[in-house]
């Protein structure tokens, strides 16, 4: 049976995500300053913020107790889940990390030299001047993998616990204020049973919380119909499919492509583009992505990719070379319509791609989810300072 094209619309939210409830008193709880779900570019930018800023505000920190900031990461470690081809803009490091040489950045290179191509079967047409939404001179080529483990590791040495292996599974609220999320259970069989290495669930109680999930985050589909902030417009998505390649001549350039092997056709809906970025002296990052608004049922980025691969000018760069890893993510897609209407209500925030944050346009994502986890450490600290838990603040910054 050929696959169906996903719905370009949010999943409907499971009203047990939201716990409305005091914890129960028998349940394992553990306090802490701020907990927050992701250990991503926004989350972990969020914990590293939070922590700088309570340097200079020592009675502050004492409130915040032994754990002041605990990040929440499904995967193994910060980044597993992180998939990308990035060329991210510099500001967001250099505002988090002011005093740091950006020789020390967890990126591949400085783009130097970068071109867009329009694609028929058989040939590649540059185009120039090229389209300035494109343009990316003076970005820096990484991976959101890569900027994740080093985020995490900044954090770590900071103060912030992350709790890997760990699933965000329930939202706390308690008179209309996030008070924190339950953790899933370990050690669960298919049908729910327990295993042997069963561990319970714990409740991290907390004066603040940051949702940075991701893309279709259970707990923020959750908190915005709980909460009726949903966006204007419904969310809309892109399936981005990316594989890396050793190669035997070093790629001097980031490269975009429009055109084929997408039908241009408004019978067909499909719309989306390429990119391949050098990773170092010989490496390239190669990728495809598109909407998932298409009319096709059988269409497929993964095959789009495959196709893609034996285009002239596409397998000239990849010539004796061969593929070391591979993987795939959604992207939202909506823009600014499709943002929830507010970012925070008493006690939460919500950050990065949980809230759209992602300029279709311009490709770009990373630096919108770090300078969002940083405005939310501010608004945060700010508030808990005054016993508040209003961060409204944030949906101003």
């Known amino acids: 049976m050929p696959p169906v094209a996903p719905s370009a619309y949010p999943p409907p939210f499971d009203p047990e995500d939201v716990i409305t409830r005091p914890s129960d008193p028998e349940d394992e709880r553990i306090e802490v300053g701020a907990a927050i779900v992701g250990a991503g570019p926004a989350g972990l930018a969020a914990a590293i913020k939070i922590l700088q800023l309570l340097e200079d505000r020592p009675e502050l920190a004492e409130k915040m107790g032994e754990v002041p900031v605990a990040v929440v990461e499904k995967g193994k470690v910060a980044g597993a889940h992180a998939m990308s081809g990035a060329c991210?803009?510099?500001?967001?490091?250099?505002?988090?990390?002011?005093?740091?040489?950006?020789?020390e950045w967890p990126v591949y290179q400085e783009v130097t030299k970068d071109a867009?191509?329009?694609?028929?079967?058989?040939?590649?047409?540059?185009?120039?001047?090229?389209?300035?939404?494109?343009?990316?001179?003076?970005?820096?080529?990484?991976?959101?993998?890569?900027?994740?483990?080093?985020?995490?590791?900044?954090?770590?040495?900071?103060?912030?616990?992350?709790?890997?292996?760990?699933?965000?599974?329930?939202?706390?609220?308690?008179?209309?204020?996030?008070?924190?999320?339950?953790?899933?259970?370990?050690?669960?069989?298919?049908?729910?049973?327990?295993?042997?290495?069963?561990?319970?669930?714990?409740?991290?109680?907390?004066?603040?919380?940051?949702?940075?999930?991701?893309?279709?985050?259970?707990?923020?589909?959750?908190?915005?119909?709980?909460?009726?902030?949903?966006?204007?417009?419904?969310?809309?998505?892109?399936?981005?499919?990316?594989?890396?390649?050793?190669?035997?001549?070093?790629?001097?350039?980031?490269?975009?492509?429009?055109?084929?092997?997408?039908?241009?056709?408004?019978?067909?809906?499909?719309?989306?583009?390429?990119?391949?970025?050098p990773m170092g002296d010989n490496k390239v990052s190669i990728g495809y992505v598109a909407g998932l608004d298409y009319t096709d049922a059988t269409f497929s980025v993964h095959d789009v990719l495959q196709q893609f691969k034996t285009h002239p000018f596409i397998r000239k760069i990849l010539k004796g070379g061969?593929?070391?890893?591979?993987?795939?993510?959604?992207?939202?897609?909506?823009?600014?319509?499709?943002?929830?209407?507010?970012?925070?209500?008493?006690?939460?925030?919500?950050?990065?791609?949980?809230?759209?944050?992602?300029?279709?346009?311009?490709?770009?994502?990373?630096h919108y989810a770090m300078h969002a986890g940083m405005y939310a450490a501010e608004a945060i600290v700010d508030a808990l300072e005054k016993d508040s838990v209003d961060f409204s603040a944030y949906d101003e910054k």
């Open 88 to 103: 991210m803009r510099p500001s967001a490091m250099e505002e988090l990390f002011p005093d740091m040489d950006r020789s």
């Open 116 to 277: 867009v191509y329009l694609l028929t079967e058989k040939k590649a047409i540059p185009l120039k001047p090229m389209p300035p939404n494109f343009a990316n001179h003076g970005n820096y080529i990484t991976s959101v993998a890569k900027l994740s483990r080093f985020l995490a590791e900044k954090a770590e040495e900071m103060g912030a616990y992350i709790l890997t292996e760990t699933a965000a599974d329930k939202l706390l609220v308690e008179d209309q204020i996030v008070k924190g999320v339950r953790s899933g259970d370990r050690g669960r069989g298919r049908q729910g049973q327990e295993l042997g290495n069963f561990e319970p669930g714990s409740d991290l109680i907390a004066k603040a919380t940051v949702l940075a999930e991701g893309v279709v985050g259970h707990l923020t589909y959750a908190a915005l119909d709980h909460f009726d902030i949903n966006g204007l417009d419904p969310q809309r998505f892109e399936l981005g499919v990316k594989e890396v390649w050793e190669v035997e001549e070093p790629l001097d350039q980031v490269i975009h492509t429009m055109g084929w092997p997408l039908r241009k056709s408004a019978k067909y809906k499909e719309f989306g583009g390429s990119w391949i970025y």
């Open 322 to 366: 061969k593929r070391v890893g591979w993987g795939a993510k959604t992207i939202p897609m909506g823009g600014y319509w499709s943002m929830p209407k507010r970012l925070a209500v008493p006690g939460m925030c919500i950050a990065g791609d949980s809230a759209g944050m992602v300029n279709v346009a311009e490709l770009k994502g990373v």
